[in-house]
């Protein structure tokens, strides 16, 4: 697998497939924003000039799109998957309800193609860096073909299951644990400001403490700051979540947690902070609570 | 400070305890079970008759009880306070409510002996290692007199604050994380479950992403056993987030996720875990979603 197609070039598409093309793989991009595909033209892949355009002749196709029901779009109402030659692989990348990818799954196997449920973890820095953990979902064989071009983007890759919607489903946990250790952060640090505690002693004690988590440690600090920069927004969380309770419905599984997480990055999104970094969730507990901002 | 008066000799006082005779404290030590202070002795500390038989003569004295009720009672009713030399220094190293310990500290400052609001984290693999957490608050001369004595007992020692009540404010928040990791670990696992994901590759991908948490790391596997060794009870979490809650009621802060995850270890404790492991809590998110038991 060498030629290989990819749409939506967007703040994780691009950097993955620059780190396609810096393995010598050949890229043939496609992205809504045309400048997108014009960046990447310039680092040495293609520019296609519409969904199928990207697909035709590819051995690997990678969505790298906004949600299930873009990948759909692309797929079958744009012509990405006619384009795609028979036996190759559509390996679906963006976070997305795996009932969702179950459905597209099964759509792509009767067009005579193979598909591959590979969403990814580590955000904007992980995808930069190849850095990113993968958790595929496919039959063993089609998993095996496209290793390669998954260890482009990331060094963790794990093949989760045999059955699409597997990978989407770990994913979907991923992102359970996620959103709620971002919330519980930000009701510790609102808890600690309430009673006047030092909040940067706070995050250094609980830091190395049983207390820590990885999104304490890297969010924790941008909850002390007015106005962080953007890693990843609020709105991405209000997604996230809202695939989570999803996953949740239709499984039959309660998810008293997760759920009111997503009230509180909700909350964040309702008072037009949607755009902002999602360590300013704690802005929610803030307001809840009568807190000045920022909690120092 | 050679002369140490230590009162609460349970799973994490003796270790402690033996931490001090290990550094060449003096070490008086009283527990209700008496075969607790002898343990004590054979190991060359002396087996106080009472509490106040412990704080006779003591540069400092260690409260390692059950809660802030046990504290008052050994201080004042039972006479200790009374035995301790003017100018030593009382040390609450047990998890109470910041407003309990804060009024107690006031007693003691007004019989003209030191407070030292320390609780620890870190559990009795902690305390047998010394590798505790302390969270120390207290007026700086008092801290540093304490400190030596702290450090057998734990590597991580913070001065959090001058005012007593701001260390179990920092504990207190500590275990609104762990708790709440704890039950998200719990919930996580469950959808999976449902879902019908390999748990145990799930928790391989988990612990080293985005989603990790030094309790899903710690509790995630031993969530898939059936009947796990107790390192720490469902019912210690119960009182635990109950003074988490406490503190949030007195301090005026809403704590929806802490709430959530207190009325699932409470939820554990009603079915007859309450003495299990904590993360046996999963079979609160079992029962709820109509799993069997264990998850796997």
Not at 25 to 38: I, K, M, P, T, Y
Not at 209 to 228: C, I, V
Not at 231 to 252: N, Y
Not at 278 to 295: E, F, H, I, K, W
Request: hydrophobic share 55%.
């Amino acid at each position: 697998m060498r030629s290989i197609g990819f749409i939506g070039l967007g703040s994780m598409g691009l950097p993955m497939a620059r780190n396609l093309l810096a393995r010598g793989f050949a890229v043939r991009g496609f992205d809504l924003r045309a400048e997108s595909a014009a960046a990447l033209a310039r680092d040495g892949g293609a520019a296609a000039a519409s969904a199928a355009d990207a697909a035709a002749g590819a051995d690997l196709l990678v969505l790298m799109v906004v949600n299930a029901a873009q990948a759909e779009t692309v797929l079958f109402a744009d012509g990405a998957l006619d384009a795609l030659p028979a036996g190759a692989v559509v390996a679906l990348m963006a976070t997305c309800p795996p009932g969702a990818v179950e459905a597209l799954a099964g759509r792509v196997a009767a067009a005579g193609r193979r598909f591959l449920d590979a969403p990814v973890s580590g955000g904007v820095v992980g995808a930069s860096g190849g850095t990113l953990t993968i958790m595929a979902a496919a039959p063993r064989e089609t998993f095996e073909a496209a290793e390669p071009v998954l260890r482009a983007f990331g060094d963790k890759v794990f093949h989760v299951g045999e059955r699409p919607g597997q990978g989407a489903t770990v994913k979907t946990v991923n992102q359970l644990l996620c959103g709620v250790h971002i919330a519980a952060a930000a009701e510790a640090l609102a808890l600690a400001a309430k009673v006047g505690v030092d909040l940067g002693i706070l995050l250094e004690v609980l830091g190395g403490s049983a207390a820590s988590s990885w999104m304490l440690r890297n969010r924790g600090p941008r909850m002390l700051q007015d106005e962080p920069e953007v890693a990843s927004a609020v709105d991405i969380f209000v997604k996230d979540l809202g695939i989570v309770l999803e996953a949740g419905h239709d499984a039959r599984a309660a998810l008293p947690l997760a759920s009111i997480a997503h009230q509180m990055f909700l909350a964040a999104s309702a008072r037009g902070d949607g755009g902002a970094d999602d360590s300013q969730v704690v802005r929610t507990y803030l307001a809840l609570n009568g807190l000045p901002r920022p909690p120092e």
